[in-house]
């Protein structure tokens, strides 16, 4: 079992920045991807960025230039660094990664979510 662990969220007004931080531990050979998809209320969960093990990055189109995934191999946790937020950004945002587990068999994956951490912008 592998357990995703978010911090980070909060309140801030419209043009400010936060930071997420995802920590995965547990049974854990290697992470593969990891991203952050998000949820605001009445409306369908969406991908916001992701990150390989091997740092090549995708975004969607509404946060391009404003947000910036990484991550740190070596403890397995993925970052979203959030900069001039918008009304718009305000959801729960969730940290997702691909794990393999055993070392002989590393196409052998499952995929995990975090619990989600609020992010709220006010205008």
């Known amino acids: 079992q592998v357990q995703l662990v978010e911090s980070g969220g909060g309140l801030v007004q419209a043009g400010g920045s936060l930071r997420l931080s995802c920590a995965a531990s547990?049974?854990?050979?290697?992470?593969?991807?990891m991203g952050w998809y998000r949820q605001a209320p009445g409306k369908e969960r969406e991908l916001v960025a992701t990150?390989?093990?091997?740092?090549?990055?995708n975004y969607a189109d509404s946060v391009k230039g404003r947000f910036t995934i990484s991550r740190d191999n070596t403890k397995n946790t993925v970052y979203l660094q959030m900069s001039s937020l918008k009304p718009e950004d305000t959801a729960v945002y969730y940290c997702?990664?691909?794990?393999?587990?055993?070392?002989?068999?590393?196409?052998?994956?499952?995929?995990?979510w975090g619990q989600g951490t609020q992010v709220t912008v006010s205008s």
């Open positions: 997702n990664a691909n794990v393999a587990h055993i070392p002989g068999s590393p196409w052998i994956t499952n995929n995990y």
């Open positions: 990150i390989t093990s091997g740092t090549s990055t």
């Open positions: 547990g049974s854990i050979f290697r992470v593969n991807i």
